[in-house]
Structures are given as structure tokens and as C-alpha cells.
């Protein structure tokens, strides 16, 4: 078993839809949860970085972690075109920097 | 400020081929590392550093090295090159080992 899991879509939304893509994990000891943009043929771009549990919102994005279910959320209000992309979870521990990431689910947001 | 700088972006080798990809950061961050990316398997953290001078190995070091002389640079060494490596690579740092990790563009290695 994976210690991150992620379903790689692909994703198909129409422009405006709220788009949920989610994570679940193994590992109890990770404390930090990211979410990374990754368009084609580029880099992961970070788009959120939460510590523990709760919500965080940035704009259209708001990212959710429950730990007690080992379960990570990420929302997209009023999807657009430019939201088509790979979308990455990551988390880590606080022992390191070493960053485990899920495979990706790739999202596509039709006009 | 550029980031994080991979060079070369494309390379074709030949089994056997070593070869060298860079990463350059002009962010004085301490905390560099570098992954491999292929399809279904996500990104794997192939070595990193802490900073100048400290490496480690990560989930998949073999048939890789890396050095770490200056805290601008981390190159990594690939000895003698195998189909398996064929992947895109990718390069990030971050102020420490706890903030978020920021990524290059990646180079894409293919080995005939």
C-alpha cells in the first residue's frame, strides 16, 4: 500500500462547476500538507501549505485536512479554463524534508 | 530572481552514458532535493541536502550521486546511464526543512 493515495482522473468539469480533489494517507506522524499545480511540461507550482488539521482558503482554493481520518481535501470554487492541470498532494513528516507525493489527478475544465 | 534553474531541459543518452543535471537556486535556500517523475508513480525523492556540504540519500538514490559545494548548486551525477532512468527530472528548494518546497521546470532524460 501506497502511503499516499490519489485518484488520477483524469477529471472532466464544465467551466464554473466546484471541483473536490482529495488524498487519503497512511502515515499518522505527517504534519504537513501541501497541494502543487503542475501544467504541461512544467514544474509543480505550490498552491497550498497547511499545518495539521483545519481549512485554509486562497482565493477560488480552499484546502482541508482532517487527520483523525487521514484525509485531505482541495476545493475549487468557480473552476476555469486555466485551473486544467495536474493537481499533486504532498505531505511530510516534522522529522525531515523529505516530501511524499500522491500520484496527481489531472483536471480538465471545459468552456 | 530566476528560481530554480535546470539545465539541460532535453538529453538523449546511450546505455552506459554519464552524465551531469544541473540545479541552481538564487534564493539562498538552504534545503535542496531532487525527484524523478514518471507516469502512475508521481514524484520520488531521489537524494537531498540540508545544505553546503551535507547530502542523503532518499527513496530512490541507486545509480545516482549528488554533491553539494556551494548553496547555490546541487548537481546530480548519473554514473552510468539505464533505460530505468529514462524519466523527468525535477530539482527544488526551500528555505528550510520545514517551509514549502519550490520546484524547477525539469529536464527530460531519455536513455536509448
Redo the contacts between chains.
Keep these: 500500500q501506497k502511503e499516499?493515495e490519489?485518484d488520477?482522473g483524469p477529471l472532466s468539469v464544465p467551466e464554473g462547476a466546484i471541483v473536490s480533489l482529495n488524498c487519503t494517507y497512511s502515515n499518522s506522524a505527517f504534519q504537513?500538507f501541501?497541494w502543487?499545480r503542475q501544467y504541461s511540461?512544467?514544474?509543480?507550482?505550490?498552491l497550498m501549505?497547511t499545518y495539521s488539521s483545519g481549512n485554509k482558503e486562497d482565493g477560488r482554493f480552499t484546502a482541508q485536512v482532517d487527520k483523525s481520518s487521514k484525509y485531505i481535501s482541495l476545493f475549487i470554487r468557480d473552476s476555469q479554463p486555466s485551473d486544467s492541470a495536474t493537481y499533486?498532494c504532498?505531505m511530510k513528516d516534522?522529522q525531515?524534508?523529505?516530501?511524499i507525493?500522491?500520484?496527481?489527478t489531472e483536471l480538465s475544465v471545459k468552456p | 530572481n530566476a528560481g530554480?534553474t535546470q539545465t539541460p531541459k532535453f538529453q538523449v543518452l546511450k546505455t552506459g552514458q554519464s552524465m551531469t543535471l544541473q540545479c541552481a537556486q538564487d534564493m539562498n535556500h538552504e534545503?535542496m532535493?531532487w525527484?524523478r517523475q514518471d507516469p502512475?508513480?508521481?514524484?520520488?525523492?531521489i537524494h537531498?541536502s540540508?545544505g553546503a556540504g551535507i547530502t542523503d540519500q532518499?527513496?530512490v538514490p541507486n545509480g545516482y550521486n549528488v554533491s553539494r559545494s556551494t548553496t547555490e548548486d546541487f548537481p546530480l551525477r548519473l554514473l552510468s546511464a539505464a533505460p530505468s532512468q529514462t524519466s523527468v527530472y525535477?530539482c527544488?528548494s526551500?528555505r528550510a526543512?520545514?517551509q514549502?518546497?519550490?520546484?524547477?521546470?525539469?529536464t527530460r532524460l531519455s536513455i536509448l
Design positions: 499516499v490519489q488520477p504537513y501541501m502543487y511540461r512544467k514544474g509543480p507550482e505550490l501549505y499533486l504532498a516534522n525531515g524534508g523529505k516530501l507525493f500522491g500520484q496527481g | 530554480v534545503y532535493s525527484y502512475g508513480m508521481g514524484l520520488r525523492l537531498y540540508v532518499g527513496e525535477f527544488a526551500s526543512v520545514d514549502p518546497q519550490h520546484f524547477g521546470d525539469g
